[in-house]
């Protein structure tokens, strides 16, 4: 990723904050905003880096999946009703309760990704096409299943919704966490340590392993890595697989993590815009975190002016609406999708099925 666009994301995420430090400062100190702009952002763009984490496991071993959507919301529900099943009905405590949910969230996007790699790489499907029925068959079953379940008469739960047994605690960075105003930062939950853990580690297996050798092989030139002994569908499959345990990661961030319960279609879009940053930051791990902070700054900065919509001015009177300031991610994305922001350059066989 160049130079350019690490200046892009500085000077996006420079006027977001700035908007908010210009709005609060009368009320409360820059820093305190700054470090909480901080702390948020890093929290909200979890699911946005490990879909795009997701995404560039499956791209650059040529196999393009736009249904990163549908695995998140289907790791978001059989995650959530793990946890809850493990609590509620077999008595587990709260915290294996919590983590057995993790582990189901994973699964199920492993279960959702083998699903798509079977229609893209064994059967060719086109994999736009099969990315869009992975996301129609998660709607539909989460939807399905969440009403049988709890909502239709005679459910196992009557009717009544229960939640699941809390949400996964903060984990304090020993020293860094302790640090006066900037402390914060560092007090982060599960999934979000290991989503930036997962970037760096990411970063490593693509660019210095003999494994992240071959996949970009696969990606880029098939044909040639077929022709010196590497199993192109073996490690397309292996990969999307990986990149589904990513996307099922993501996905329980927003039961297990956020909020310890389960609404339909609750990712809104983030498995779009997780695709938006990995294209943003060129299909590398460090560029598409850093692309994922600027859309988690845009939401961080709707969350922390609801704390000072009344120090809004009249002419910034927009501001006060919500739905309009929870734009910003999404009007970015449109941005960066036409091209605006620079050209970027796939993997030279993305998307196209090998026959070999």
């Known amino acids: 990723m160049d130079w ?70 289907a790791a978001a529900f059989f995650g959530w009703l793990a946890s809850i099943y493990m609590n509620s009905i077999f008595g587990f405590a709260p915290m294996p309760s919590l983590i057995v949910g993790v582990i189901a969230a994973v699964l199920s996007g492993a279960l959702f990704a083998l699903l ?92 210095y392993t003999r ?39 993501g996905g329980a961030y927003f039961t297990l993590q956020s909020v310890p319960s389960f609404e339909p279609l609750m990712t809104n879009g983030r498995g779009f815009i997780s695709l938006a940053a990995m294209i943003f930051g060129n299909w590398t791990p460090i560029g598409a975190w850093a692309a994922s902070l600027v859309f988690g700054t845009a939401q961080a900065m709707q969350i922390n002016l609801q704390f000072f919509r009344e120090l809004i001015l009249p002419e910034w009177a927009f501001l006060k609406n919500s739905y309009i300031v929870g734009l910003a991610p999404y009007i970015l994305t449109m941005l960066i999708l036409t091209g605006i922001i620079g050209k970027t350059t796939p993997p030279a066989a993305d998307g196209v099925p090998y026959e070999k």
């Open 4 to 73: 350019r666009r690490f200046g892009v994301i500085a000077l996006v995420i420079a006027i977001l904050f700035g908007v908010v430090v210009l709005i609060g400062k009368n009320q409360t100190p820059p820093m305190v905003i700054i470090t909480s702009m901080l702390a948020t952002t890093i929290a909200v763009a979890t699911p946005l880096t490990l879909g795009a984490l997701s995404g560039i496991y499956c791209e650059r071993a040529g196999v393009v999946n736009i249904g990163i959507e549908g695995m998140m919301l």
């Open 116 to 207: 798509h790699a079977a229609l893209s790489i064994t059967f060719k499907v086109d994999q736009i096409i099969g990315g869009t029925v992975i996301n129609i068959l998660a709607i539909g079953i989460t939807g399905f299943l969440n009403r049988q379940l709890f909502f239709e008469e005679g459910s196992i739960f009557g009717g009544n919704v229960p939640h699941a047994p809390g949400i996964l605690p903060s984990i304090r960075v020993p020293l860094l966490a302790d640090v006066p105003t900037f402390g914060r930062m560092f007090d982060q939950q599960p999934i979000t340590i290991a989503a930036i853990a997962l970037v760096f580690i990411t970063h490593y297996v693509l660019f």
């Open 211 to 249: 494994w992240g050798l071959r996949t970009r092989a696969v990606g880029e030139h098939p044909r040639a890595a077929d022709t010196v002994g590497i199993n192109v569908a073996r490690m397309r499959y292996a990969n999307v697989i990986i990149g589904g345990c990513m996307a099922g990661l």
